[in-house]
Nanobody, 122 residues
Framework: QVQLVQSGGGLVQAGGSLRISCAASGRTFSNYYMGWFRQAPGKEREFVARISRGGSTTYYADSVKGRFTISRDNAKNTVALQMNSLKPEDTAIYYC???????????????WGQGTQVTVSS
């Protein structure tokens, strides 16, 4: 079992930055691929970014590439998403997730954080 507790998020103007974090407890954090997903009102949850177990490889959705950065600290059992140049269309509830396969498929992630709201005003 892995417990994921998220922090950060909030309200920011377009063009601004936010950082959201996720702290893990339970099983060995470094055994898991970590991902960030988001769900906007009336839309399905979608992949945002993921990072390999050691942190050396990252993947991003085209919509956030060049603006968002995922990182992890296995010594501290944390994963973070730095979001720059935010746009109103980035408004959503953001979720961190842990899984044992290297994929962006939602169904492959077993453990989920509680979600955190990110709102970008125009």
């Amino acid at each position: 079992q892995v417990q994921l507790v998220q922090s950060g998020g909030g309200l920011v103007q377009a063009g601004g930055s936010l950082r959201i974090s996720c702290a893990a407890s339970g099983r060995t954090f470094s055994n898991y691929y970590m991902g960030w997903f988001r769900q906007a009102p009336g839309k399905e949850r979608e992949f945002v970014a993921r990072i390999s177990r050691g942190g050396s490889t990252t993947y991003y959705a085209d919509s956030v590439k060049g603006r968002f950065t995922i990182s992890r600290d296995n010594a501290k059992n944390t994963v973070a998403l730095q979001m720059n140049s935010l746009k109103p269309e980035d408004t959503a509830i953001y979720y961190c997730a842990a899984g044992t396969t290297n994929t962006g498929l939602i169904s492959s992630y077993t453990y989920w954080g509680q979600g955190t709201q990110v709102t970008v005003s125009s």
